[in-house]
């Protein structure tokens, strides 16, 4: 492994995580799916940062970007390109893509859902197969990475439910949720930093380097994992756990790994659900099976989030002070308890010979959450660690 390319990959993360707050698993997975060649599916309602995600990302990419919102009135014309006059004078039908989708290395399409037949087709070839087809020739594509955008699943699966299993990577991105993000959202810079950025040739090396990853050890887990989902009705088909490999290795490759192991395999819950509803009993599925003490891990942390977002997020209550101070108490009470839980959890996996570094990290979340109510709002001057 090329330990400057990889740290490259590494500082764009890092970056990214800066800018977009609340994102960690989004940008992972559109850094994993560039280095695996596939599409993401980002689902969320209008201002949550999906269009400046993406471009953030593309700017960091030397290479031909494409973006466009479709309508339902929108034409092939302004994807593919217009039709050469020219060649209509010599009988044949050829379309001028300069600077349109069939060029670009990464494309982002806003409101996907709304491509209409004449699109459609053309664009499915160029996702699966990366070819456009232009004058009764396949022309090769260079994509690399498609991105689409939607406040909406898909009305008619019928007809779109073959350009929704395209995305093999599914987000759905909501405003942000935590005080101290928000407050952060509020003072950010509208222009960030100096930038890390990859050539293509960059890309290409990483992608080759991601290619060799060993995934062998991890192989029964995913029939391991498609056995319990089945039990629970999520069904993905054939191709989606063949793709799954590649995301697999790319995210072991972004974990600093040249052979996969079980936590490589978490990215999968953003893989394998079919409706938003599933995404819960999917992601919970996965940790279960790939490391149960990270499950146990993630649910307290849910818990604290929610306990400390109801305590800090409160309107002030003027009239009762005595009642919302007792309220912030017992949140700091609560979250002090959820450390020493996490603790725990830590000393059993560390027993069990299984990683930590995610329960670590909850563990420091938790942490900051206690640490800014104990500070900011009950008025203590010293850092009290969970």
Request: charged share 25%; glycine share 6%.
């Amino acid at each position: 492994m090329s330990l400057a390319l990889h740290g490259q990959f590494l500082s764009i993360e890092r970056e990214l995580n800066q800018s977009h707050l609340e994102r960690p698993d989004v940008v992972r997975s559109l850094l994993v799916a560039l280095l695996a060649r596939q599409h993401v599916i980002l689902l969320g309602p209008p201002g949550t940062g999906k269009s400046r995600l993406v471009r953030d990302l593309c700017q960091r990419i030397v290479g031909r970007f494409f973006e466009w919102q479709l309508t339902r009135m929108s034409t092939p014309e302004e994807i593919f390109g217009p039709i050469s006059l020219q060649g209509l004078q010599q009988d044949r039908y050829r379309r001028i893509a300069t600077g349109k989708l069939p060029e670009a290395e990464i494309a982002y399409l806003d409101e996907t859902f709304k491509a209409s037949s004449a699109i459609l087709n053309t664009l499915l070839a160029a996702m699966n197969e990366r070819i456009f087809f232009n004058d009764g020739q396949a022309i090769p594509m260079p994509l690399e990475m498609l991105v689409g955008a939607s406040n909406e699943l898909p009305e008619d699966r019928e007809e779109l439910g073959a350009l929704w299993d395209r995305f093999l990577i599914r987000h759905v991105v909501d405003y942000v949720k935590d005080p101290a993000s928000f407050a952060a959202l509020l003072q950010a810079p509208a222009h960030p930093a100096a930038q890390t950025t990859i050539t293509l040739s960059d890309l290409k090396a990483a992608q080759q380097a991601v290619e060799t990853v060993d995934v062998l050890g991890v192989l029964p887990l995913l029939g391991q994992l498609r056995t319990e989902l089945a039990k629970l009705g999520v069904i993905a088909s054939d191709r989606r756990w063949r793709q799954s490999v590649g995301i697999v290795q790319a995210n072991a490759w972004m974990n600093g790994h040249t052979v996969a192991d079980a936590g490589d395999v978490t990215i999968l819950q953003h893989v394998l659900w079919d409706e938003p509803d599933q995404r819960l009993a999917v992601a919970k599925a996965v940790l279960t099976l790939i490391s149960p003490f990270d499950q146990e891990a993630q649910d307290i942390l849910d818990d604290a989030k929610d306990v400390y977002i109801k305590a800090v997020g409160a309107p002030p209550d003027a009239e009762n002070d005595a009642h919302q101070y007792e309220a912030i108490l017992q949140a700091s009470q609560l979250l002090n308890t959820a450390g020493k839980r996490l603790g725990a959890i830590a000393k059993k996996a560390r027993e069990a010979g299984k990683s930590t570094a995610q329960i670590r990290e909850n563990m420091a979340q938790v942490q900051a959450w206690h640490h800014d109510i104990m500070v900011n709002h009950l008025g203590m001057k010293e850092e009290i660690e969970v």
